[in-house]
């Protein structure tokens, strides 16, 4: 490690030309002379600022984190002066107002969360910020699929069990190192889990890490036939040694499931279906195992559990996001399945998919909000360091209207999210499917407008950095291309709205009209 030097700005103040090109930034003294051909800027932008102080010019183009990328090149500090300027560093919560969920800012109270819920959200930050986030970075952008090494480390953490929600399966499971028994975890735990996961803030990589399987691996661990068989394939997709997919979409059938043309018709011995036809836009289909899939069968829709072999092709589709998330279209040709893989009972497929929408349609909402509030908390960083017209963001008023609607959007979705989870903690399955399939409904759709309102704000405030998927706007480029996934993805806003109203008709009283 090289020996860090203590220097006068007298000192620095000399080191301004080619050969030696120092610089000081909050007080920490770099020497860029061999880092000059190298910068993005070129030399002349260097010399500019060579010899000087110009932590007011660095950070009104850059972040705290470009600082730490390039910590090789500090070689000291300027004597008796003390940085103004804290480091973020792994497991740290976000000192900005409202980059926090309320519950986790210390002069709040919150009803909902006990000390299990913190010990856990403390854990899986630094389980994030540590292994997730890294490798999500770099993903994103090759478009490779999540690491066998980052699945097995959550699988062994326990993390990968807990996406389900609560349930039989957790019980014996200490999650991360123990922080959270897995028979005590409920509804509010599998909140923290989900957004911790969506602050890592790379969309693609978010649905590729087993996007599919979480959707998908319940119906074979609720509907199987078979104990046995469906407890092996539940280990095997939480180990990462396969992996799942939910195959409903067609190109003839998005929200309007009963759509679907892929067949399935049994053989003269009654052992085995033969299914024919096409799924579009399956996240994780082109890396999967096992596909979890809505068929025709005579009269009604069934569900098969279908392993990929002889007949099964899959090829990737581009999306607005990563290739990571391994999106794809599936082709089925004359494929045999066992009927032993019928999951739940046959025409009557629709029961099962139907059972998970509302536990997929909370999960979207709370990464949904995460990011939403990611974007805002990145607008807010920004305009306090941007100067433009001689002031800062922060001082013109225009901006000030836009960040107060984009943080009212975010603390009115938490707010509900945090009360229907109280819900779920408190319902049975069955009176949740009652109950809360309208007010998930209608949550989900102000979750996705909002996050467009808050990508289209997070823009204007970034400018040309918001439409470049490099450097300041990263984040904001990334939301503003991606939000509509949400939109999208488990039922779209129109659907879910009507969805919504009809369930509240139901219990509308006739002595009211």
Request: charged share 20%; hydrophobic share 40%.
């Amino acid at each position: 490690m090289t020996q860090m030097g203590s220097f006068t700005r007298e000192q620095v103040a000399h080191k301004n030309n080619v050969d030696n090109l120092w610089c000081i930034i909050d007080t920490s003294v770099y020497d860029l002379t061999e880092f000059a051909d190298a910068h993005p800027g070129g030399e002349a932008v260097l010399l500019q600022i060579a010899g000087t102080d110009c932590t007011s010019d660095f950070y009104n183009l850059h972040r705290h984190e470009v600082i730490q990328k390039y910590a090789h090149l500090k070689i000291g500090s300027i004597a008796s002066e003390t940085p103004s300027i804290l480091p973020q560093n792994a497991g740290d919560l976000s000192l900005v107002p409202y980059g926090e969920p309320t519950w986790l800012m210390p002069q709040f109270k919150s009803p909902y969360y006990k000390d299990s819920h913190r010990a856990l959200q403390k854990a899986m930050r630094v389980f994030v910020d540590t292994y997730i986030t890294p490798e999500a970075a770099e993903k994103e952008k090759s478009g490779e699929f999540i690491s066998d090494e980052l699945l097995q480390r959550m699988y062994k953490a326990g993390i990968t069990q807990t996406r389900f929600g609560p349930g039989k399966h957790l019980h014996g499971v200490k999650i991360l190192g123990g922080v959270v028994d897995g028979g005590e975890f409920d509804y509010f735990h599998d909140l923290i889990i989900v957004q911790e996961m969506a602050r890592s803030g790379y969309r693609g990589f978010q649905d590729g890490n087993l996007g599919g399987m979480v959707i998908g691996l319940s119906a074979v661990m609720n509907w199987g036939q078979d104990e046995v068989w469906k407890n092996q394939i539940a280990h095997d997709c939480f180990s990462g040694k396969k992996k799942l997919s939910l195959a409903i979409s067609e190109a003839f059938a998005g929200s309007d499931v009963a759509g679907i043309r892929t067949t399935a018709r049994k053989t003269a011995d009654g052992k085995h279906y033969v299914v024919n036809g096409t799924k579009k836009w399956i996240t994780n289909g082109h890396f999967s195992d096992y596909f979890v899939t809505a068929v025709k069968t005579g009269d009604g829709m069934s569900v098969l559990l279908i392993e990929r072999g002889p007949g099964v092709e899959t090829t990737p589709i581009k999306t607005s996001y990563s290739a990571t998330a391994g999106t794809a279209s599936v082709f089925f040709d004359n494929v045999k399945v066992p009927v032993t893989n019928l999951l739940g009972q046959e025409n009557k497929g629709f029961a099962v998919i139907m059972a998970n929408f509302n536990h997929e349609r909370w999960t979207i909402i709370a990464a949904s909000i995460r990011m939403s509030r990611l974007v805002t908390e990145e607008c807010l960083k920004w305009a306090h360091q941007r100067k433009v017209f001689g002031k800062r963001l922060i001082d013109q008023p225009v901006i000030r209207q836009k960040l107060g609607k984009m943080i009212a959007h975010c603390e009115a979705i938490q707010a509900h999210i945090e009360n229907i989870t109280y819900q779920m903690n408190s319902l049975t399955y069955a009176e949740q499917n009652k109950h809360l399939a309208g007010p998930i409904a209608l949550m989900k759709m102000f979750a996705s407008r909002s996050a467009h309102e808050i990508a289209d704000e997070a823009v204007q405030i970034f400018g040309g950095r918001a439409i470049t998927q490099t450097g300041m706007g990263r984040l904001v480029e990334m939301f503003n291309r991606t939000n509509k996934f949400d939109s999208i993805l488990g039922g779209t806003e129109e659907i879910l709205a009507d969805l919504g109203i009809r369930q509240a008709m139901k219990f509308m009283p006739k002595s009211m009209l």
